[in-house]
């Protein structure tokens, strides 16, 4: 499943995001989506989440 469709993340998912900080690097961080905090159906970059963490970013891979 895609991280760039909203349709495709539901709260309580586990997912990878990349934080804006990590962009250049890549570097993932695994958590579960707490809220979801893009607007739009999709964006292509990824949909912003906030994990149950608190840390922000984008999902790049969904893994359940």
């Not at 991280?3 to 961080?29: A, E, P």
């Not at 958590?31 to 905090?37: A, H, N, S, T």
Request: proline share 2%; hydrophobic share 30%; net charge positive.
């Amino acid at each position: 499943m895609s991280g760039t469709n909203r349709d495709n993340i539901k709260q309580g998912m586990r997912v990878r995001i990349v934080q804006k900080q990590d962009q250049r690097s890549g570097k993932l961080t695994e958590g579960v989506v707490q809220r979801i905090l893009t607007k739009s159906g999709t964006h292509p970059h990824g949909i912003k989440v906030m994990l149950e963490s608190g840390i922000v970013g984008r999902v790049k891979d969904i893994i359940g």
